[in-house]
């Protein structure tokens, strides 16, 4: 086994990454009294490691219902534990797991590395079909729309939230945490009566793929002009002119992180709070 990158209190790191169908999890984070994606992983981690503190560092937070083909987290071992990390641990680890969560690696961290703030970017994809003619078995993974949307109104409409912006129109606000995001990509396409949508940024806020989704949808829907979208995003308050998506369409695909000569420096720049001039 590769060694594994060490930190304070003689610890050593790694990074596990997992996919998840999440419909029937009230999100990633511990929540008293609920399933979630952590609880579940926290659990079969125990079975092989014993005591282990609660909390996991996870790259990308998702809500209740919204799934993950790339998800990513690292946890620090002692050194009586990490003596347990074979290749047959996966093995160990999905036997424990129920069949809706399945872990794909658990390997060494490079040095510097940390699974939230270490990354670079994230992506998600939003799937609709916009069909009267829906298969119940699409109906954990799509958004069901009942009439045609006009995806290239929806894209050219998305085209103004590129960049860096304060997103607070789109974001659940929380106390303490900046709604400034940078969109580095959206982009909206169509095969047959699948229409997806394709978001990356250097991390999002809560609730801000659903809405953006939404705000396009009623773009495309013609219901919003493509300058109204513009103005609800200058507007930085929230103005309920367009739904919150639900989560089965969402799904979060890979979170990106840098060479590892930079992954501490990365870590360190996104503890700062982001600040528009």
């Known amino acids: 086994m590769t060694k594994p990158a060490s930190i304070p209190g003689g610890l050593n790191r790694f990074r596990i ?31 092989v490691f014993g005591d282990l503190p609660e909390g996991l560092r996870v790259g990308g937070r998702t809500d209740a219902g919204v799934h993950a083909l790339g998800q990513v987290f690292h946890l620090d071992l002692d050194s009586t534990q990490t003596k347990r990390v074979s290749h047959r641990l996966v093995g160990k680890l999905n036997a424990v797991l ?17 699974a939230r703030y270490s990354a670079i970017k994230r992506s998600y994809r939003y799937r609709i079909l916009d069909s009267n003619e829906q298969d119940p078995l699409s109906a954990r993974y799509h958004l069901w729309h009942y009439s045609r949307l006009d995806e290239e109104s929806m894209q050219e409409a998305s085209h103004q939230l590129l960049g860096l912006h304060d997103f607070a129109s789109f974001c659940r606000t929380r106390a303490g945490a900046t709604t400034i995001r940078e969109m580095k990509k959206i982009e909206v396409s169509r095969e047959g009566n699948l229409v997806q949508i394709d978001l990356e940024a250097d991390a999002f806020c809560h609730t801000q793929v659903r809405s953006i989704v939404g705000a396009l949808i009623k773009v495309g829907s013609g219901k919003m002009s493509k300058k109204r979208l ?5 507007a930085k308050k929230r103005l309920n002119e367009f739904k919150v998506v639900g989560p089965e369409g969402l799904t979060l695909m890979q979170i990106h992180y840098p060479e590892q000569s930079l992954l501490a420096a990365q870590a360190e720049k996104t503890r700062n709070l982001r600040i528009l001039d």
Do not use: M
């Not at 997992?18 to 079975?47: C, F, H, M, N, S």
């Not at 513009?230 to 200058?234: R, S």
């Open 230 to 234: 513009g103005e609800i995003l200058e």
């Open 17 to 47: 990454d997992l996919a998840y169908d999440g419909t029937d999890y009230a999100g990633w984070a511990i929540q008293p009294g609920l399933r979630t994606i952590e609880g579940e992983v926290l659990k079969a981690l125990r079975v």
């Open 98 to 114: 129920d069949e809706d969560i399945r872990i794909s690696s658990f390997e060494p961290a490079l040095e510097g590395f940390h």
